[in-house]
């Protein structure tokens, strides 16, 4: 039987401004990063 999901916990002051901003600035994956998840999936 599966266990119940908990909730997420709420971000707040510095750790909320840190999540949003790292949110904005995603980078892409290289092709090496790319093939080497492939390679282990």
């Given at each position: 039987?599966?266990?119940?999901?908990?909730?997420?916990?709420v971000l707040f002051g510095k750790d909320a401004e840190r999540f949003?901003?790292?949110?904005?600035?995603?980078?892409?994956?290289s092709e090496e990063e790319r093939k080497r998840v492939k390679d282990a999936y």
């Open positions: 039987m599966a266990k119940p999901i908990k909730e997420t916990p949003i901003q790292s949110i904005k600035n995603v980078k892409p994956a």
